[in-house]
């Protein structure tokens, strides 16, 4: 079991992982084709996290 806390961090590394390479090398999938487009990945980022946050309040 991940410590409180952990699938926040998780998953916030796997994000900026992929914000990084889109920066480099765009990934190409639909909406992000430039390399000015991973503020979309951030947008997805906060939400995905937030999500994470609620639901180990609630757990």
């Given at each position: 079991?991940?410590?409180?806390g952990?699938?926040?961090?998780?998953l916030?590394?796997?994000?900026?992982?992929?914000?990084?390479?889109?920066?480099?090398?765009?990934l190409?999938?639909?909406?992000?084709?430039?390399?000015?487009?991973?503020?979309?990945?951030?947008?997805l980022?906060?939400?995905?996290?937030?999500?994470?946050?609620?639901?180990?309040?609630?757990?």
């Open positions: 079991m991940l410590l409180k952990g699938m926040s961090k998780l916030a590394l796997v994000v900026i992982s992929i914000m990084l390479i889109q920066l480099i090398k765009p190409g999938w639909p909406g992000l084709r430039r390399r000015s487009d991973f503020w979309k990945l951030a947008l980022a906060m939400a995905a996290i937030s999500i994470t946050a609620v639901l180990g309040h609630w757990g």
